[in-house]
């Protein structure tokens, strides 16, 4: 996935100027960046939902910006997108939340929507709340079924829009920890927009390691070998992008600030 110098502005507010970045196959992309910063926009870009005013926005070797609706479906087919909100429907049980696209857009038959289900319930160890109603569970149940649902039709790219927003601590870490099995062990292509930055540098200082039993997560032993980069969103530029351990060396000004509001000790 590529932006190659895409801009894009609202009336007379310039939201994003010039970005450019490439996504390898199996990595992963933290964008950070203050609220208002254009995170968000950037996601409406990659799914076609929004066109830039300049540039070109790439997804597997196409250009979104230049697709029709019909094509866009298509692609977007292929990418799993995870809401701030969850944005699970009330009215459905949770395997019919999961199974959803599987059911509706791709018309799997239902014993195969049931297989692909209940395996997504059981990588993120919510095997039991199948036949729940979103009502029923917690934040933190609603938020990893939302995941789930995400990554159900094996897309490979997904997107996660600030997935910790309103958890508490202990509950984001174990969506945190979601993130990290699959970019580790699914070596799923993702980019996850937050401005949660305990949240972010716990996702990129862990790993994923496949256990004979399952899994466990883990220190990431060497850092710089981390597939995670950030990304910095400031005034519609991106003012930084590398490793945790150059972000938190870097000498900007702003990067020094940001972090120091957003990093314990406060």
Excluded: C
């Excluded at 919510?126 to 995400?150: E, K, N, T, W, Y």
């Excluded at 540098?201 to 710089?224: K, L, N």
């Amino acid at each position: 996935m590529q932006f190659d110098q895409v801009s894009l502005s609202f009336d007379e507010t310039e939201v994003l100027r010039d970005v450019s970045f490439t996504l390898p196959v199996g990595s992963m992309k933290m964008l950070v960046g203050a609220s208002g910063s254009g995170k968000s926009i950037v996601l409406k870009l990659i799914l076609g939902l929004l066109r830039p005013d300049a540039g070109a926005v790439s997804v597997y070797g196409h250009r979104v910006d230049e697709m029709r609706e019909a094509d866009l479906r298509v692609l977007r087919s292929d990418i799993g997108m995870l809401f701030q909100e969850s944005a699970l429907f009330d009215s459905l049980t949770v395997e019919e939340n999961v199974g959803y696209r599987l059911d509706e857009e791709m018309h799997l038959p239902m014993e195969q929507v049931r297989r692909r289900v209940e395996e997504v319930l059981g990588f993120i160890g919510l095997s039991q709340q199948i036949d729940r109603m979103p009502s029923a569970l917690s934040g933190g149940q609603r938020r990893r079924v939302a995941i789930a649902r995400a990554i159900a039709s094996s897309p490979k790219l997904l997107l996660f829009d600030d997935p910790t927003t309103g958890l508490d601590p202990l509950t984001a870490i174990s969506v945190n920890d979601e993130v990290i099995k699959l970019r580790d062990l699914e070596h799923v292509t993702s980019i996850v927009v937050t401005h949660q930055m305990r949240d972010a540098f716990y996702v990129a200082q862990h790993r994923a390691v496949a256990t004979g039993d399952g899994h466990r997560i883990e220190p990431a032993v060497d850092a710089t070998s981390s597939p995670v980069r950030f990304m910095v969103l400031h005034e519609g530029r991106i003012s930084f992008e590398g490793t945790a351990d150059e972000l938190l060396a870097s000498p900007d000004p702003h990067l020094k600030e940001f972090l120091h509001k957003t990093l314990p000790p406060w």
